[in-house]
């Protein structure tokens, strides 16, 4: 078997030659001051060079800070690592004596006895050909299925090869990985067969982006590349730097990952090999080197090479294209000993020896890159192609790319704080990170602030392991030097202590979600503010006419929008959720009748409903449909037998496609039965609690920590917890890494997992109901930021306050359709027009649409989606007069009277529709409603019927007085009364 150098052998050690010393220069983080300078502590200098295959333990091999211990695949006898991190292994030289090998013999024979008898009697227990999966704390209840035996075997779609040995289940085992994989992770597109063979699809490590083939790494800083129109921002990656070595390179592996990094290792010979943790929001490539010569290539050509900064600290040149070509030779380069030295004298290599070095690119790309030991480097001045150690190295190196600075009003990185920065905080580099959240309770600081805003909070925690290039063996650290940069999300919440000022750093950072902000510490938290509604928000009673209205048309839908059993499971979820909500309105409506249970009452609404919904739900739940649901014991997941017979299916589902988006459905509809009905709880509780982990699981997030003993769902499959929200993309190659449609659907996946939580354990205040209600506040805030789009131009004065991550002229659209790692997009998977875009965004509408679609930013978003239409497809119209309602309910309730009901999406019902509207904070319409439906039947109206333009009048009627209705007046934090107040004055903010 090969042996990638971390076996060991007796081997006599040798004496390794005294390293140069060189002076470091770490910079300095004040304007004006002078440089730090001072020698590293010296490395551990036991031997770690030997014959060819030979290899002794030796610090450096803790490239992540665990011992580099391979597995009998790499021909290693003394190792044991689960998940990356390394066992304690018994001395091999410790053995039983014989005399006490005997002593036991006697127990041996009987227990050798008692086991085969038990073997004997399992033999004799009949199997059926798809078990339940069970753990010691839950038993999953869906048919346990081998995807092979379905034609979609796990190496059909992930290369196996390129897993650590360590990762990979034993032979014989129902699962491929000693993981549940995280097929929603980042990096996946590391692990799929790629399109353009060797090299796979780019992932986005922001800021920067990877591709990686058997030969190289290669890096690019996609904002350096940005196309952008009114229709789409591209973050084209272009191989800015090609990482290689000398050595041929003849493995490579993931060997962990945790929410927030995976960590690669490519292996050249027995004793050589390099990795990188590609770390989200470091401003550093960082690479770890045994014994192995490193090789730098550009996107084209060096244009220049020299040592970083002067004795002043002054990099004023470093962005001067005037020095390029001034006639300046290399051998003119000043100099700065300690730092970095160059030798000019041969006529093909400039050679340059040091611990830092800055390299130029005719493209405008900057990089300074630092080492942890002086290296010496070769420049073909000739070529220009290559920048490469001129023998092998062992240590850190670690490249940044030099942005532009901030300050528009500079041409120039004179004396740039930003480069200081990077600099003085070079030495502390992360090696992985983790996440973690603390639930607490918050006391309302005022009277007017609003229900759904107060409640509990969740303390969520980014914690970057880290390392240092300057401690004794590359381990210990400082945990406040460690520089990351934060989405603008995070700096949205962050405390202003830990983020650097634009005149503390002067470059700007960016990536597809906008600037980013730099933050310092290896540890930072920020408070998510966690809702506090359930099934309704602040529930408005219904009376009379319009109550009466309403619940004739859930009798009427309950007659003609019912689930279809043929459906695949996407549309079937849509269809029984709309029959879960029938249930609901007939459950907050209804008037009691008899005995004042309407549930069991043959002759109520509440009644019909429920047994309807208990009858699709339950044969859905016992997998009696013709696309039901099965546990992958591979992977780790519930996917749907028509996405494993074709993986095409289902949109994917088979392959973890969009899971949140079909799975959220079923969430809601269960969460609605079992409140009304708590029986369903107990007969299938297990099946939707499995359902509910597939997509919220809350642990499984670290390849070296699976707690096997429960579920084996992978952590909250599809939420990235650096992005702040979900993609939907699973295990397909996508050219703009993952990437998410509807952002609403994967809204309505963490409410219904809230909703069930909630019912299902009874306690708002449950870990498991405020991690569900996290995973909701997260999405929310995450579609706001990322989906939702207000122009600045169109906001003047206006007191709302909006994060614009964006370019203004893609703002312009109101609404992202599409939201990748490297790009955005006005589209979707089924057509580009602006209605679908807006309203794949919206579906379905539930009471969690209100926190979605605020008043202030509905009021300039619909006028724009309507615009000069003249019709809107019924299919979308329940939904467009849905959202317009949130700022106009009076004409939308007059809208949504044309609507019929079987011809909208299969999400949605008129009753949905009616009843949204009547639970509006404006919505206070006279008993004398003109209506083409008085009793709530469907009537055919015009296909070309549009839905109304208009938005809030200047001075409305006292019927609607209240601030909620009014988008300046919630800007300003007001509540109560405003247009008019109880003296009957309007206020300012009721003007529109």
Not at 453 to 465: D, K, L, N, Q
Not at 858 to 867: H, R
Request: net charge negative; aromatic share 10%; charged share 20%.
């Amino acid at each position: 078997m090969a042996n990638d150098g971390d076996g060991t052998k007796n081997n006599k050690s040798k004496q390794r030659a005294p390293r140069s010393q060189f002076h470091y220069f770490y910079g300095s983080t004040s304007d004006g001051s002078a440089a730090v300078a001072f020698s590293p502590p010296p490395l551990n200098t036991k031997e770690i060079e030997g014959e060819e295959g030979d290899h002794v333990q030796n610090e450096l091999d803790s490239l992540v800070g665990e011992e580099l211990i391979s597995t009998d695949n790499e021909g290693e006898e003394t190792a044991d690592i689960v998940n990356g991190h390394s066992r304690a292994s018994k001395d091999p030289t410790v053995f039983s004596s014989p005399p006490a090998i005997c002593g036991i013999c006697s127990i041996a024979i009987v227990l050798l006895i008692v086991g085969g008898m038990v073997v004997a009697l399992l033999l004799l227990i009949p199997h059926t050909s798809a078990p339940l999966l069970q753990t010691q704390s839950f038993a999953i209840p869906f048919p346990q299925v081998n995807r092979a035996d379905f034609g979609d075997p796990v190496e059909g779609f992930i290369d196996m090869d390129l897993f650590h040995p360590n990762l990979i289940a034993p032979p014989g085992s129902s699962q491929a990985f000693v993981f549940p994989f995280p097929t929603g992770a980042f990096w996946t597109n590391l692990i799929v067969p790629s399109p353009q063979g060797a090299l796979s699809y780019p992932i986005a490590v922001y800021p920067y982006a990877y591709r990686w083939s058997a030969s190289s790494l290669q890096v690019s800083y996609p904002a350096g590349h940005r196309i952008v129109d009114t229709q789409t921002i591209q973050d084209t990656f272009a191989p800015d730097l090609k990482l290689s070595t000398v050595e041929e390179l003849t493995k490579r592996y993931v060997i962990q990952f945790d929410p927030l990094s995976v960590t690669l290792r490519y292996i050249s010979t027995p004793n050589s090999k390099w990795e990188t943790a590609l770390v989200q929001g470091s401003p550093y490539i960082t690479l770890q080197y045994l014994k192995a010569t490193p090789v730098i290539s550009p996107l084209s050509v060096f244009s220049n090479i020299q040592c970083p900064g002067d004795a002043d600290e002054n990099f004023s040149d470093l962005m001067d294209d005037a020095g390029e070509n001034s006639g300046q030779g290399f051998s003119e380069r000043r100099q700065l000993f300690g730092v970095c030295s160059i030798d000019d004298s041969d006529p093909q290599y400039t050679t340059m020896r040091g611990v830092q070095f800055i390299f130029r690119t005719p493209e405008g790309a900057n990089w300074i890159m630092f080492t942890s030991e002086p290296i010496n480097l070769k420049f073909d001045k000739i070529r220009k192609t290559t920048i490469s150690a001129a023998a092998s190295y062992t240590g850190v190196v670690r490249l940044a790319y030099i942005p532009s600075s901030q300050k528009e009003d500079e041409k120039t990185f004179d004396s740039s704080t930003g480069l200081r920065r990077l600099i003085y905080h070079s030495a502390t580099y992360p090696i992985g990170g983790q996440v973690s959240y603390d639930f607490h309770s918050v006391t309302p600081q005022s009277s007017t602030t609003k229900a759904d805003e107060v409640g509990r909070h969740a303390t969520v925690t980014f914690s970057y392991a880290t390392q240092s290039m300057v401690a004794p063996a590359l381990k210990s650290t400082s945990t406040q030097s460690l520089l990351m940069l934060a989405l603008p999300h995070h700096a949205e919440l962050l405390a202003e202590s830990v983020k650097l000022t634009t005149k503390k750093f002067d470059l700007n950072y960016r990536c597809i979600k906008g600037d980013m902000t730099p933050v310092v510490g290896s540890s930072w938290s920020y408070e998510e503010p966690l809702f506090n509604f359930d099934f309704d928000g602040n529930f408005k009673v219904v009376e009379g006419s319009d109550r009466d209205l309403i619940l004739n048309q859930v009798e009427d839908d309950l007659n003609r929008v019912l689930p279809t059993f043929s459906e695949n499971v996407y549309g079937y979820g849509k269809q029984v959720a709309r029959l879960a909500q029938l249930a609901h309105i007939a459950h907050h409506l209804e008037p009691t009748k008899g005995s004042g249970d309407n549930v069991s009452s043959t002759d109520s609404l509440l009644g019909k409903a429920t047994k309807q919904l208990s009858k699709y739900l339950e044969t859905f739940l016992s997998s009696d449909v013709s696309d039901g649901l099965v546990f992958d014991s591979k992977m780790g997941g519930l996917v749907s037998t028509n996405g494993l017979h074709d993986k095409g299916e289902d949109f994917g589902n088979g392959r973890y496609n969009d899971h949140h988006f079909h799975y959220g459905y079923f969430l809601y509809a269960a969460a609605i039965l079992g409140r009304i009905d708590q029986s369903f709880i107990e007969r299938f509780g297990p099946h939707v609690d499995a359902i509910f982990h597939d997509v919220a699981h809350a642990t499984n997030g670290d390849s070296t920590s699976v707690d096997s003993e429960k579920m084996f769902f992978p952590m909250t499959r599809h939420k990235s917890w650096f992005d702040g929200h979900s993609f939907a993309t699973g295990m397909f190659p996508f050219g703009n890494g993952k990437s998410q449609e509807s952002s609403s659907e994967a809204i309505n996946c963490y409410y219904g997992a809230y909703l069930w939580s909630v019912v299902r354990h009874h306690d708002v205040a449950s870990d498991l109901t405020d991690f569900s209600r996290l995973l909701l506040a997260m999405e929310i805030r995450g579609a706001k930021t990322y989906w939702h789009m207000l122009p600045s131009d169109v906001l003047g004065n206006n007191t709302i306050t909006r994060t614009h991550v964006y370019p203004s002229k893609f703002e312009g659209n109101y609404m992202v359709g599409n939201v990748g790692m490297l790009d955005v997009a006005l589209n979707t998977w089924f057509g580009a027009d602006p209605l679908y875009i807006h309203m794949i965004n919206a579906i379905p509408i539930t009471a969690v649409t209100n926190a979605l679609f605020e008043p202030s930013y509905v009021q300039y978003e619909y006028p724009f989606l309507i615009g000069s239409r003249s019709s809107v497809e019924m299919a979308w119209r329940g939904y467009t007069i849905s959202i317009h309602s949130i700022i106009d309910p009076e004409r939308a309730w007059k809208d949504a009277q044309g609507l019929i009901s079987y011809e909208l999406d299969a999400a949605l019902s008129k009753s949905q529709v009616l009843y949204f509207i009547s639970q509006q904070p404006g919505y206070g319409r006279s008993s004398t409603t003109e209506s083409s439906s008085r009793n709530g039947k469907d009537e055919k109206s015009s296909p070309t019927q549009a839905p109304s333009k208009t938005i809030p009048v200047k001075i409305p009627s006292a019927s609607s007085s209240s601030c909620d209705n009014y988008p300046n007046c919630v800007a300003a934090g007001l509540s109560g009364e405003c247009c008019p107040t109880s003296s009957n004055s309007f206020l300012d903010c009721c003007k529109t």
